[in-house]
Every structure is written in C-alpha cells, then in structure tokens.
C-alpha cells in the first residue's frame, strides 16, 4: 500500500502551504537526530517527515503526487506525465522553502557547518561596586585579578549575584578561534545611609526640633547627589516625604526616594532653646 503523505504529516489533504511547512517543522523539531541520537524511531520518524515534506513542500511535486504520476517515494506510477520528479537541481536531502536550516538554527544557533576553531574559555570575576553606581548606572574601569583593567558600563538597578558580561575579555583560545567572555558577578557593597526597597531607596533624614515645628530647610544626601528637602511645619519623627524619581534610575521608570524624619532635640541646656520654648 502507498505512503499516505499527508497522514505521515498531520495534515489534510485540502491543506495550504504554510500548513504543510509548520507541521514538518513541527515533526522535525520533535523528531530530529541530533537530538535524540539513541532513538531509533525518533529517527524513522524524522526520516518519514523529511521525505514527505520533500513532495508535499514542492508545489509541482505534490500535484503529481495529487494526481498519482508519482507515489509516496517520488517514484513514478506509470499514470500520468513521464518526466518523474527529477529536474530541480536541489542537493540530496534539500527542500524547496526547505525550513530544515530553520529548524536546525533555532535548536543550534545556525544551519550545519563544519566545526571551527573552538572559542577560548571564559573567566569569571567578583568584582564590589558601590551602592550609588548601582541605584545611577556607571561607567567604570576595574582592575582584576590578573591585573587588566577592564572599562566596564554598570545599568542602572543592578543587584548583589547578578553578572555581567563583557565580550572577548577571557582567555584566548589554543585553536586560533575568538576569546571567551569575561563574567563579572556583582556584589553590591552595603550603605549606611540608604536602603533599597525594589526600585524605591528608603533613608532617615534628622531634622532639627525647631525645624520640625516651624518647618523649613535640610540638605539631604541622595545617591545622585545633595539635594534641598523642605520640611513642613508641625512635622513629626516617623513621618515620610517623598522625592519623586530619586531612587533607583531603571531606564523610563526611576524609584522614588522615600525620607523618615527623625526629630532630633538639641541640648536641653541650650538657653536659648528653652527661651524659645517658653516664648
């Protein structure tokens, strides 16, 4: 009995190309070799998928195959035209709109090529940054252990065991291919004046007694820098002020700064501070 193609395929026989082509990349991705290399009927799967493919995927091919001039091998039947299926100048084991490249390139990173030099390995590093560089991003140059000082671009919002990494900044390779990469894992050192909360930063900001009832100025110190805080009057320890955009400055979406105030009392002895309490 002949090979019933568009079985071995899945598909019906009023199918369209595009039909045809995902379901034999469909087969081919489940079925192919180099993925399952002790798997004989996987690979007489594979085989049966290519081999239909090869028919079904070309338009002249499969009309002959329609009208019984060739059956499922390609062969002729004697019923129809007399040129067989030969003709198309492919290679052994090409498809027209052959997808097998695609295949093979989503599952290996190309098509078949013969194996190059190898790339060298790679090094790995642990490298301390400060906690601004990573709340602004940086750009920063960092000697390691073997002594090269690398020019390295710190993002903005990198945490503690993240890593990055630099192209072509590993160890040669023995084979004349290109060098492997240099993996920096990240330790962020800690701060004594902020805390980060997701993108958010947190930080205790003292403020004068007087300042706190009165209300007025502070400078504060943010990781982009110093800024001027204006405290309302009546303000209280424990209340929180926000700096909009002044936390974490993750690209289209910056934290906010969030303040604690903590009301601090000057020396009680001060006589001009128990003037002003008793006024």
Known sequence: MSKDLYKILGVSRTAGADEIRRAYKRKAKDSHPDLHPDDAQKAETFKSASAAYEIL???QKRGQYDRGEIDGDGNPTGFGGHHGFGGTGQTAGGFQGDPFEEILSGMFGGGRR???PRKGSDIRYRVEISFEDAV???RREMTVADGRALNVSIPAGIETGQTLRLKSQGNSSRSGGPPGDAL???IVRKSNIWTRDGNDIRMTVPVPLKTAI???QVEVNTPMGPITLKIPEGSNSGAVLRLRSKGVQMPGKAGHLYARLEVQIEDPRDSGLRDWAKG
């Open 114 to 116: 013969r194996p190059g």
């Open 136 to 138: 602004t991003g940086a």
């Open 214 to 216: 009165l209300g007025g």
């Open 184 to 186: 920096l894992e990240i």
């Open 57 to 59: 995927g070309d338009e």
